[in-house]
Every structure is written in C-alpha cells, then in structure tokens.
C-alpha cells in the first residue's frame, strides 16, 4: 500500500462566481487509502470521483471557513451519502457554526429522507445516523489516522488584534503525516500568526488574489455598483486575500520547499499566463512555484 501523502486540488477557483475552467474551492490530502476533503465547494463530490476517489468512502471532512464557494457542496455530500445508503460514519469538522450549518442541511433531508425509495418499508439512513460533526476552535489539534491536523485562525475576516474576541472565525490548516507537512492558508490576508504557524512546512497551499484584475471584472460586469460598494470590495480583496508577492513572502517565512496557489480568481489566469503570477510571486520566494490546476498531484 503506498502510503505517500499526497495533496490533490479537486478545484482551485476561487469567489462566488463560476468559473468556465476551474471548480469552486475543494482539496483532498490523501494517505495510503484514506482522504481528508479539505473545505467542499460546490461539485466536490463529482471532483473526487474524477480524481479515483470514491465519495462513499470519505470519512472525514475539514472545513476551513463559511463562505458559501467553500461550503456549498456539504448538502450534495449529505443528501447522496443518505441516497447511497451510508453505513460508515462522515466526520465534519470546521470552524464555530459548523453544526449548525450541518444540522439545518439535515433538516433539509428530512423531505427526501421520508420519501426514501418509494417502497413499504424501503427508507434511506438518516444522516444523523452516519454524521459526527466537531466545531473547531484556533489551537486545536486532532489526529485523522497518522495525521495531524492543526488550525490557526487568519485574517480573512478580521485583524490580528481582534483574535480571540466574539464573532466568526477563518482557519488555516496544517497536516503533519510522518512523511511530509503541508499547510493549506485557506483565505486570508497577511498573518503573523499564520507565518509562526507554516514554519518547517514542506509543501504551501495558499491563495492567489489578483486585486486589480478582479475589481476590472467587478468593474465591468456591474457598472451601475455604488463607489462605496467597490470600495469596500477592493479593500476586503487587497486586506484579506493574499496577493502573489505576499504570498510568496509567507512561503519563504515557513521555509516551504514548493508552493502551489490555487483559489484563484479569474478565468484569464491560465497556464499560459501563469508564468505572469509566478514572476511576481518569485520576488519573495525562491523555491519551487506551482500554479495549480484543477485534479493535479502535489
């Protein structure tokens, strides 16, 4: 059995709004024949199939914040684990608010779940049945096999002087297996914390944001928006979002070997003009530079 560790991006889009080329936000970190699903956007169960990965044999699941791209595809996980008549248990874990998210998806069950297969008799499992869902907190850590899995929260919602009061939290996830680490940034902005926390890491997953370009689409494609909307857009896109030199500079903190963007924003970034980004990202880091793709093997 290969035990290798392997980190797949099952897609690498990044933001609400569908992308031609590219799935929304989901990863798979593979051990021997376990997956870990690493945030599941919409179509994440279709993308594991395409990478070999049957979605009925997914145990566990870590959320990395709520933004819908992130998220969407849990009701699809759900509801086809209930319609293929799950018997083994599917571990949910993320950020405070999880539960709750995943109990109003049960909820949404229920209709379907009464319908079953229209037979006397002849019901689906409950999800309650197979489902166990953990909200996590930053500093937590937990074992998945031979993995560790650590969190650190980031700046995606918030400054670093705000951490530790109430409100939502965005986490960075870091994967210890006896072979190699990898640290997922998942959204976020520049973070002390997050550099503390990636340092050692042999392979960086973080995300790619193209300030300009993205408020040019913005721009194009919603003419009549208000100043103030656009503004508060490109500020939320320049202060929590990592653009390429920055995140090159995180890379070099953390001493990471490769680095591989993803969420990326626009359809405009390509392979053909990735070659654009990894220049930009070269001015703060000197190792190995991936622009993923969709089902590529890190």
Partial sequence: MDHQ?????????????????????????????????????????GQLMRAGIDFRTLNDVVISHHHMDHIAGLFALIGASMMMMRATPLRIRGPKGTAQIVSSL???????????????????????????????????RFDIEDVTVSTCENTHYRAEDQFGKDGAVSLSLRFD????????????????????FAEGVDLLVGELMDVEGT??????????????????????????HLVPEALGSLATHAGADHLVAVHIPLDSITPETAPEYQSQIEKT????ISIAEDLQRF
Avoid: W
């Fill in 177 to 196: 297996a006896p072979d190699r680490s990898i640290l997922f940034t998942g959204d976020t902005g520049p973070c002390k914390a997050l550099e503390t």
């Fill in 215 to 240: 408020m040019a689409m913005v721009r194009k494609k919603n003419p009549n928006m208000p100043e103030q909307n656009i503004d508060m857009m490109a500020r939320h896109m320049a202060e929590h």
């Fill in 285 to 288: 880091f000197s190792g190995k």
């Fill in 106 to 140: 049960v909820a949404a069950c229920e209709v379907t779940h009464d319908i079953g297969l229209g037979l006397p008799g002849k019901n689906y499992p409950h999800p309650n049945d197979f489902l166990h869902v953990e909200d996590i907190a930053p500093g937590d």
């Fill in 5 to 45: 560790t392997t980190f797949i991006t099952l897609g690498t889009a990044g933001g609400p709004v569908p992308k031609l080329t590219r799935a929304q936000p989901s990863h798979a970190v593979v051990r021997g024949d376990h997956c870990i699903l690493v945030d599941c956007g919409d179509g994440a169960i």
